[in-house]
Each structure stands twice: as structure tokens, then as C-alpha cells.
């Protein structure tokens, strides 16, 4: 079964930091472009940074610049966002997403441009 699954979200002071990872199975992500979206209640989903299938691209939302960071490992099979300093507005579903773009070296930006998602995992940073 081809899947992605994200780990890592939980519950975080305003100024802390969470690590969240995104696992493929049943595929490998060697020629995919990953992104990360999320989204709050009541709004849409909105990217929030995204990785070309070398790593050497990466795009971030201009509200998550500096503070986010986002990486992959393909000999691991997975994609990371390392988050610090974060802020109550960052509180979301954040899901990772997957498409096949073997021949660019750029990222796709959109929810519409992804084909494969994860089911989300929850982001909640409160005081």
C-alpha cells in the first residue's frame, strides 16, 4: 500500500520547537517533490514549504521564513520540518504531500499540483 505518514506534531509552548517527519511506505520518494501544508479550522489549506526531489530547491511561505526548515533524507525514505520559534498562529493540521517530478529541479507550491497526502498530524502551540 502506498502511503505517507507524518509524525511529530503535538502540543508546544509559543517559542518552542517540534520536529515533524513524513514516512513513505510502499514507495520511494527519489523522484517525488514533497511539500508541507496545513490548515487551521475554518481555513484553507496553505503551503507552507516544499522540497525539490534533489533537496537542492526549497520554498518557504514568507510567515515561516527563518524559523522553519525543511529537509529530506532518500536514503531514508523521509522528509523533515524542523520547526523553532513558534507561534500560536502556526497551531494547524499539518499534512506532507508527495507528487512525481523527476525531471524538475524546483517545487511545487500548491495543494492542487500534489497527488499523494498523509492524514495529518496536529500542531497546537499554546501557553
Known amino acids: 500500500q502506498l502511503q505517507l505518514v507524518e509524525s511529530g506534531g503535538g502540543l508546544v509552548q509559543p517559542g518552542g520547537s517540534l520536529r515533524l517527519s513524513c514516512a513513505a511506505s510502499?514507495?520511494?520518494?527519489?523522484?517525488?517533490?514533497i511539500g508541507w501544508f496545513r490548515q487551521a479550522p475554518g481555513k484553507e489549506r496553505e503551503g507552507v514549504s516544499c522540497?525539490?526531489?534533489?533537496?537542492?530547491?526549497?520554498s518557504y511561505v514568507d510567515s515561516v521564513k527563518s524559523r522553519f526548515t525543511i529537509s529530506r533524507d532518500n536514503a531514508k525514505n523521509t522528509v523533515t520540518l524542523q520547526m523553532n520559534s513558534l507561534k500560536p498562529e502556526d497551531t494547524a493540521i499539518y499534512y506532507c504531500?508527495?507528487?512525481?517530478?523527476?525531471?524538475?529541479?524546483?517545487?511545487?507550491?500548491?495543494?492542487?499540483?500534489?497527488?499523494?497526502w498523509g492524514q495529518g498530524t496536529q500542531v497546537t502551540v499554546s501557553s
Open positions: 504531500a508527495a507528487v512525481l517530478r523527476p525531471l524538475e529541479t524546483a517545487c511545487r507550491k500548491f495543494p492542487n499540483e500534489y497527488n499523494r
Open positions: 510502499g514507495f520511494t520518494l527519489d523522484y517525488y517533490s
Open positions: 522540497i525539490s526531489r534533489s533537496g537542492g530547491f526549497t
